[in-house]
């Protein structure tokens, strides 16, 4: 039987060593897996009464953190526009940076159609969370390439969904942002829900085109932001076997199935063996994204 969110949630909360807690079929039977840290160990775990713990599977992992990168390590490699997704990018001023999930047609919040990029909130929005903040790329010493339009602000003191935000590509009258993810191509405009087992393909400005397979498409997740933690549900988790899916950088980069390129997460946070990619729908109804566009 498949844990509510509500379970999950008890368990992350009871346990400060958890990261992440979720269902995964085993041979037609559930199983509850639960990682922790690998420093603090797997002892000492408290379980709800309801669950089972011979259904429940311990993993040991490093902490779950977003995937920025520190500006000091990036590099400054510049793309000509029409620019793809797949690059680094920067808010001005910021000291780290990220990566362009993907091009996007959205509605900004004075209800207008607008033409722009996706990208996460930890990415795209400063300290000062400023509407019309230059978004850059490599780094700020460029000229910008959109402007700062809507985000969703993840907080410690709730249950989070998703960690994403959107940028208005038109600078000084013109739009500079290819409709393509560099090594991928074309997006198709079909948003697909994660599901079990599916295979995806992403491009990020660290570990560039990966392959991983979604293992959980139910995780609450607690991830470190530096200076909270902020707790997640409805998480998909990606793993790979061969490489990393993602590295520090990789934030923000569109997760899109292998076959037929549909999207159906953006990746935000991960370790050394998964990656935790928020779901698509919830952020394509927030914003009211499209990917079937033309300029």
């Known amino acids: 039987m498949a844990l509510s969110k509500s379970t999950k949630m008890a368990i992350l909360r009871a346990n ?4 992440a807690v979720y269902d995964r079929p085993q041979a037609n039977d559930p199983a509850t897996y639960v990682v922790v840290h690998k420093k603090r160990g797997a002892d000492k775990l408290t379980l709800p009464l309801i669950v089972n713990p011979g259904k429940v599977i311990v993993r040991e992992q490093n902490p779950l953190k977003t995937l920025i990168l520190f500006r000091d390590f990036a590099d400054e490699a ?4 029409p620019i793809p997704g797949g690059i ?4 001005a001023g910021a000291p780290w940076v ?3 999930g993907a091009p996007c047609g959205y509605r900004s919040q004075a209800g207008n159609q607008r033409w722009g990029i ?7 929005v400063d300290s000062r969370a400023a509407r019309g903040t230059n978004i ?4 700020d010493t460029y000229p910008p390439i959109a402007a700062l339009d809507d985000w969703e602000t993840v907080r410690a003191d709730k249950i989070n969904h998703m960690d994403a935000a959107v940028a208005d590509a038109m600078i ?8 393509d993810l560099l090594a991928i191509g074309h997006i198709n405009p079909i948003v697909y829900q994660p599901a079990l087992n599916m295979e995806v393909s992403k ?3 660290t570990t560039e085109y990966t392959q991983a397979v979604c293992s959980a498409i139910d995780a609450c997740v607690s991830v470190s932001y530096g200076s909270f933690t902020a707790d997640f549900c409805d998480q998909a988790i990606f793993e790979t076997v061969e490489v990393p899916f993602s590295e520090p950088g990789d934030s923000g980069s569109l997760i899109v199935t292998t076959e037929g390129h549909h999207p159906t997460a953006l990746l935000f946070a991960g370790n050394d063996e998964m990656t935790i990619g928020c779901p698509l729908p919830p952020i394509v109804s927030r914003f009211n994204l499209s990917f079937d566009f033309g300029e």
């Open 16 to 19: 400060k060593h958890v990261m």
């Open 78 to 81: 510049c793309y000509d526009e």
């Open 88 to 91: 680094q990018i920067q808010p």
């Open 98 to 100: 990220g990566t362009l």
């Open 118 to 124: 996706l990208s996460c909130w930890h990415v795209l």
């Open 136 to 139: 850059h790329q490599p780094v």
């Open 172 to 179: 000084d009258g013109f739009h500079t942002i290819s409709p």
């Open 203 to 205: 491009f990020g400005r």
